[in-house]
């Protein structure tokens, strides 16, 4: 009997305990990364509810959003477009800037990486408390991009993230989750 994507999910992803900082559980999808049954496994269900729909970019937040993103947009025949920390993209950048635990970061992407009106899925690794993320559809709606939704691997709901881009219209697709931080 072939394992439910959850088992195989789950089974694929390494805990860390006390990283960053102690009382933390790191959830690390570098192992999902190079599980390759793992790996197609989270695209092809990532990519499922749109296959078939016209998607012009996929935006994939630094880093790991980068792998998963360019592995979605190549199965949805879309273009990619990264977005990333300041200072780290050549060309004219956007840039917003958003809260963290202690201080403030920016974000920034090619100004034309996205044109007015053209329909973009967001996807990252993992949804926590929901900041870069938000930051990232505020980035996007900045320069016209029509959402269509926000995909990730993992969810932490006891962090609040999903209900932060919901809030914002988002509508937010993940996975698996996983109770407490």
Known sequence: MKPSLED?????IRTIPDYPKPGI?????TTLLGNARAFRRAI?????PYAGQKIDKIAGIEARGFILGGAVAHQLSAGFVPIRKKGKLPYETVRVAYSLEYGLDE?????????PGE???????LIATGGTAEAAVKLLRQIGADILAACFV???????GRAKLEALGVPVRTLIGFEGV
């Open 154 to 160: 993992i969810d932490l709901p006891d962090l609040g």
């Open 107 to 115: 974000m920034e992407m090619h100004k034309d990486g996205v044109a």
């Open 44 to 48: 092809d269900e990532l990519v499922h």
């Open 119 to 125: 329909k973009v899925i967001l996807v990252d690794d």
């Open 25 to 29: 559980l790191f959830r690390d999808i």
């Open 8 to 12: 195989t999910l789950l089974a694929s």
